[in-house]
């Protein structure tokens, strides 16, 4: 399990996972260069992966958007919103990241932008145990409402399914193998039960993933400088 | 001496399609100072010079709000809903176009898009000036019938296309000025609409 949970730290750390929908976040794309915006429903790509006890989905906000967060600043704006249904599972309550705030004419609101990582747990009675190997559907709603630096499209509800393993697999990126010598990567120190993130410190909203996914699993100790140290429970 | 640009020959065409008097500016209204969210020939209709499309909807105070009935004034038609941040941001300065532009037979109308009933009357008791005439378009429907129809090609919903959008009609019920969201600028004092109108109405009073 402490191996799992490494791998899904760097999983969790650098990639995506599975993709739903099509708005890129790299580069500017060439409409809104032109003015021309985005669909609603294109302005997010959610990306959903088990995680640990739980689903981490991912929302990927495209360049130069925002979004409302799950508290906005104003009762009247729109909160974002992630639920999972599904047969097989039960889930806890979602845990959103902090909000981003952002300065709209002499005012803060209360927004996601880039990227926002939404963790929703197993419920305690659901189970999932470790040794469960078999998948689940599930069902996700999302609903949003999105704006540009100048202007704001209408809210929308996206519905979508998804197949999860309840036994998350190894994750490729740097257990078990060497660190790169630059760029992001998270991997398992070569003698003590350390990840060392190369890219520098991680956030603290990933921290805080990780440690609500596996906190039946390890015990963080503490993080020292690029260094999270934890044991086994 | 005066070449026509692209603009200029699709603008004369879109008159002669549409029957739309279209004046011939020196600058395009684009390219004038905060007025980048102008809209533009290719965008179709309605463009400046047309008729605005008339509706009746109901309005907040109760009773029908038709935009026919305000013909011998000047109207500032602005589309709006309760969620919308920049909106939101704009809307007491709406109420101080009305109440500064009153004495000039100046009107400002403001449509709210595809909102709950208690929702919206809920947030315009609180935020709409009272000198604003305020009604619900439930659907849509209105504000699809004044998005241009090459205006922002991606929004299924053409009712997307005008939210937060701004027109000025003049006193014969002809769009003078027609301002999109500009993708580059927001200014919510309406600060070059605002010296729009009052160049447009300085014989008013």
């Known amino acids: 399990m402490l191996r799992r949970a490494i791998a899904s730290l760097a999983l969790l750390t650098l990639s995506p996972g599975a993709s739903f929908g099509c708005a890129g976040r790299q580069a500017l794309p060439a409409h809104s260069r032109q003015g021309e915006l985005l669909a609603p429903e294109r302005v997010v790509t959610v990306a959903v992966a088990p995680l640990g006890h739980g689903v981490l989905v991912t929302l990927h906000i495209a360049h130069g958007y925002h979004i409302m967060s799950d508290r906005p600043s104003d009762p009247n704006f729109i909160a974002t919103r992630v639920a999972l249904e599904s047969s097989d599972l039960k889930f806890e309550s979602p845990t959103y990241p902090p909000a981003v705030p952002y300065t709209l004419a002499a005012r803060t609101i209360a927004t996601f932008r880039d990227r926002a990582e939404v963790f929703v747990r197993y419920a305690a009675d659901s189970g999932v145990t470790s040794s469960s190997d078999s998948f689940a559907v599930v069902d996700v709603r999302l609903r949003y409402q999105a704006c540009t630096e100048s202007t704001c499209l209408f809210p929308v509800t996206r519905y979508f399914s998804t197949r999860i393993p309840l036994r998350p697999r190894a994750g490729p990126s740097g257990f078990g193998a060497k660190c790169p010598q630059a760029g992001a990567c998270a991997c398992l120190h070569s003698t003590s039960p350390q990840l060392v993130f190369r890219a520098g410190t991680p956030s603290a909203p990933a921290l805080a993933v990780f440690v609500r996914a596996f906190q039946d699993d390890v015990a963080v100790i503490g993080l020292v400088n690029d260094r999270l140290n934890f044991t086994a429970k | ?205």
């Open chain 2, 1 to 205: 001496m005066f070449l026509p640009s692209t603009a200029h020959i699709c603008a004369a065409l879109l008159a002669l399609c549409t029957g739309c008097a279209s004046a011939a500016a020196e600058i395009p209204v684009w390219q004038r100072p905060g007025l980048g969210g102008a809209v533009r020939p290719e965008m179709g209709a309605p463009q400046p010079g047309c008729l605005a499309p008339d509706f009746s909807l109901p309005a907040d105070g109760g009773g029908a709000l038709r935009l026919s009935a305000l013909r011998g004034e000047w109207v500032v038609l602005h589309f709006t809903a309760s969620w919308c941040p920049y909106c939101d941001s704009e809307i007491e300065h709406l109420g101080q176009i009305a109440n500064g532009f009153a004495a000039r037979h100046v009107r400002v109308v403001l449509l709210d898009v595809e909102e709950q009933q208690d929702v919206w009357s809920s947030y315009a008791k609180s935020h709409v000036a009272p000198s604003v005439l305020s009604g619900r378009d439930a659907a849509g429907r209105v504000a699809a019938t004044f998005a241009p129809a090459h205006a922002q090609p991606a929004f299924d919903d053409r009712a997307q296309a005008v939210l937060d959008a701004t027109l000025i009609i003049d006193p014969s019920g002809k769009i003078r000025l027609f301002l999109l969201p500009d993708t580059a600028h927001f200014d919510p004092t309406f600060g070059a609409l605002r010296a729009e109108l009052s160049h447009l109405t300085a014989g008013e009073t």
